[in-house]
């Protein structure tokens, strides 16, 4: 396959008909930044922590509107334009059918899978003008059973996939980073449906690589994916897609010595406490004022490493208290114990009259009145510090393998920098900050069996079907792209996904022919379909000029002077500054269409086949 | 320019690349009717009142998720997805900027124009998690004067249009008729600003054009504009475009002389009462039990035409009572009262302590505390019965300019078939019915005014920018178009906006040589770039296969079946019936895209430049 047609396949508004309208060019969208709308300003907002967000607000791409919502102006409608034009093809190219579901949705539905109750805050409820309870989608799992339950009744309607890309509600209680955590945002959402595991797990595959095709496309081919724990979308198996950057808002367990990844939840903490140490012998001692473990420890002048944390939560169904025990250094992770012990939990209020001793809580001699779980980070310690359920004493000397009748131990701890891979066994864990632009997950049967979808198998038999969802954010993953690709001055779009592929600027537009001459280049390039954006405002100084032209973050910029006219010359450069060339004014077309498909075809290297 | 290059402008679809990704073909997507997501059933729903809502629901388009809300499977999501790229291209044509606002507003925007108190139940408001006071966006005038009021603060910077496609909710009281009155639902909606009322009127041209291109592209030249009333949304000139239907739910007022059209509300009721009968007496007679004035008039055998009928409203504000009299066979329109009194009216509640006598009111001698309306339809009326505003008397022989003090006439009526032209001036007038499927209007300063948007103007002095605003409802389109274009057994798509363009019917896919030759049929049409859906199910009867081709619309159906292959030959009918061929298969490409073009050239033909 040629280089030609990779090329042409890669850019999403070329072949669009109709530009300049009954005319048989492929005409472009004429578009000047003296006309563009929307405002720049040099000052980075207060209000913006990480740099893709101020940038999104300083060059006109975004406006807030309320918390956690936000209006697109044009230069970043035509970027999401473009991201949605890319994830539509590759949905497509895997058999997915676009449907829409409703924003606005009748509790009833929500009732039926049973998170009209059990999801939080996060899911606005309202009431219509008939006081009709409803809410704003913040998914469509439910949607998407609702749609399909009569149609698919046969085994021989599977399997199919449904996506749709529209507007979703959460009302996310602390909105951050500009479009990387909205309330308010567009997302694509895909589900599928199937009549065996083997096959959606076949389908997940091709989901996968179609993600995998999106983020190289949109520029970013850097994004990994991660196991993660499904959280409240139900099923097993999921992943995450991450862009790796150091203002991302999730942690990410990578292994330096083979390809594990996986979210803080995911990552299984495999310890092997290599402890020689002769074991002591139990004694309860008195711990005067030691209320923390790190107060024990520096009372006692033990290592935190032999010394055992207990961290109280309470079941949400009726207040049973759930102790986790970890390793004095180590910290638990909720979501890892909230699946052992199989429903909502949160931090416990311990009272004089309950079971417990606050703060000198240990598993010798505990009430049984608790759940308590030991931490594989305890496992194979000689002797321990721990709490002796008693107020003011602390047991040194705990050997859990030799003091404790029935001792099981649990992965309910966070996996640290340095810890061994649970793939590899080596220790080359770190520990990576990251924004999450996807997902997918193989849901199971949750929705179909709590919703009543069935369908008629081979022999006459229901069954409920197994459906998979496969999510993207679009507005954050423009901003992603951004936080991944910017200087001090504004974003660097990468081609594929940039509001315009070219960026004319005219120096001295009073000048005559400067004037005539970029208006040639311009008139030209359109002709020829490149999306160009021209700058022909008079009486503003080049820095200025190239100041806006920064933050539109065009790649290629044709920069048309009066001094380099004298040469019969134009500058072309490209707003990574990888390229900077003065070549003459009757090569400039062509230099220009040639960078343009260099810069498609640098991406499309990367997009796996 | 040739007609090639028409044809390809109005194809939607076609130009675009990555179809068959990297292939150098501009490949269709592969559809085959028996993976195409949605239910199709032959019984009409008995909630579906008009046709296009019962096959829209047959068919698969769309499925019910509550009140007034809906889903929209793959085929109607392919119908919307064209119209919504026709009507891009025209608003990018007349310099549109496509920008993106979001679903949910907060409170204070709509506080800002007043419009949070002003309009009725059908602004849905809530609150979030934080207890902040949001809506769901209706229309958003607040959000683009919001979006644009730092950015156009220039002169320098107008005129400008921007334009948004998003779901938007309406809680209308009412939902109905499937598409065409629903809740939430997908409107583009555009804004546009002026610094005079002379550029608003230029642009409101231009935008009316567009309008009337993109009804004429989507397949319904037919879509008349009708004068119309802004009703809340301010200003003064509007347009509905209506599309004329037996089954709308709008009166639309037209004249068989002239080409004048209006809504109800505008369209100026000109009486002229040629009453040439000598005036008659005034005499207070009993009137007992007769309560309206039908009655009246039958007790005194008097005609209707001279009776003078009393509608009694109040104002919203004080509960002042409005008395609003018409002759004895005309209707008030309440909007044109409305507009009359400046505020909100309700009907009025009329007790035995009140200053008027209900049942018994009259312009004669009615309470000063009274605000009182007469309508054209009683001017020039030589003796009429009216009330005599005491209980059980009317009066007869009431000449209103002879014996009211003051008798100004006013427009507070609906004008009635074979009424005055208020064009023309001939007597002309019927009534037809319509969907409103777009509306355009100059809104003046009403948004900019009430939230502080202001511009310096060449002389240094602040101004309130003017703006324009017009919508189009997607769905409702859609549904309007299957509305005009349908039979009894499905709709009839224009090419335009058909889900496909070709419809291939395998009968007897269980022959091998029949499936061999409907499969290379296919693929080659796929090779072509024609959108294609093919139906190669085994075991379906031809019957069962023709009915589902007919739910789904497709303009051009090619039936390959062993019977014609014998002759080698295949069938190609429209699905108007206006083509019905035998064709040697050789000739079937070619003989089909033939037909394609000539569907589209149809349509551009009504297309005016």
Request: charged share 30%; proline share 4%; net charge negative.
């Amino acid at each position: 396959m040629g280089r030609k047609s990779i090329y042409n396949s890669l850019r999403p508004f070329v072949g669009k008909p109709i530009l300049k309208r009954y005319s048989k060019e492929r005409r472009g969208i004429e578009m000047k930044v003296s006309k563009l709308v929307g405002s720049r300003f040099k000052e980075r907002p207060a209000d913006c922590v990480i740099d893709s967000h101020a940038l999104m607000v300083r060059g006109g791409y975004m406006k807030n509107v309320g918390n956690g919502i936000y209006s697109e102006f044009p230069l970043l409608k035509r970027i999401t334009a473009k991201i949605e034009r890319i994830i539509r093809q590759e949905m497509d190219a895997i058999d997915g059918q676009e449907v829409l579901f409703p924003v606005t949705l009748p509790a009833d539905l929500w009732d039926e899978s049973g998170r009209y109750e059990s999801v939080g805050n996060e899911l606005l409820r309202f009431t219509d003008r008939n006081n009709a309870r409803m809410v704003l989608a913040m998914t469509h799992e439910e949607a998407a059973v609702h749609l399909v339950r009569e149609y698919a009744q046969s085994y021989t309607k599977y399997p199919f996939m449904i996506y749709q890309i529209q507007r979703k509600f959460r009302d996310e209680a602390r909105p951050r980073a500009g479009m990387i955590r909205v309330r308010e945002f567009t997302m694509k959402d895909a589900y599928s449906f199937h009549t065996s595991q083997e096959d959606l797990e076949d389908y997940y595959e091709k989901c996968y690589q179609a993600y995998n095709r999106i983020f190289a496309r949109a520029g970013i081919p850097e994004v990994v994916t991660v196991a993660s724990d499904s959280g409240m979308m139900g099923g097993n198996i999921s992943h995450e897609y991450m862009l790796l950057t150091p203002v991302g808002e999730d942690s990410i367990v990578v292994c330096t010595e083979c390809d594990y990844r996986a979210n803080m939840e995911a990552a299984e903490n495999k310890m092997v406490n290599e402890d020689t140490d002769a074991p002591e012998e139990l004694q309860c001692v008195e711990t005067p004022d030691c209320k923390t473990i790190e107060d024990v420890c520096n009372f006692l002048k033990s290592d935190v490493k032999k010394s055992c944390k207990a961290v109280v939560y309470q079941k949400n169904v009726d207040d049973t208290f759930v102790v986790a025990f970890v390793r004095g250094d180590y910290e638990v992770n909720e979501t890892k114990l909230r699946n052992l012990v199989g429903g909502e939990i949160h931090p416990a209020e311990i009272t004089k009259e309950d079971c417990l001793v606050a703060g000198y809580i240990g598993p010798y001699g505990i009430s049984k009145g608790a759940e308590v779980y030991l931490d594989v980070s305890l496992k194979g310690i000689s002797s321990l510090v721990a709490g002796a359920n008693k107020e003011g004493y602390h047991y040194t000397g705990l050997n859990i393998e030799r003091d404790l009748q029935k001792a099981d131990f649990v992965d309910i701890s966070k996996i640290q920098e340095g810890s061994i891979c649970p793939c590899c066994g080596k220790k080359a864990i770190t520990i990576k900050r990251g924004i999450e632009v996807g997902n997918i997950f193989q849901l199971g049967t949750k929705y179909t069996k709590t919703m009543s979808m069935q369908y008629t198998d081979e022999n006459g038999q229901q069954q409920y079907p197994i459906m998979g969802c496969y999510g993207i954010g679009v507005g954050r993953l423009a901003a992603s792209i951004c936080e991944v690709f910017h200087d001090e001055y504004g974003p660097i779009w990468p081609i594929t996904v940039a509001p315009w592929e070219v960026h004319i600027c005219c120096l001295r537009a009073d000048d005559k022919e400067a004037k005539e001459a970029a208006d040639q280049l311009y008139q030209k390039l359109l002709a020829d379909g490149v999306e160009v954006i021209y700058d022909d405002r008079k009486g503003i100084r080049p820095g200025a000029m190239f100041s806006d032209a920064d933050l539109l973050g065009v790649p290629i910029r044709m920069i048309v002077s009066p001094r380099n006219l004298k040469e019969s010359c134009v500058e072309i450069t490209t707003r990574d500054k990888s390229v900077k060339e003065v070549i003459p004014v009757d090569e400039a077309i062509e230099s220009v269409k040639e960078l343009r498909k260099k810069l498609y075809d640098q991406i499309q290297e990367k997009v796996s086949r």
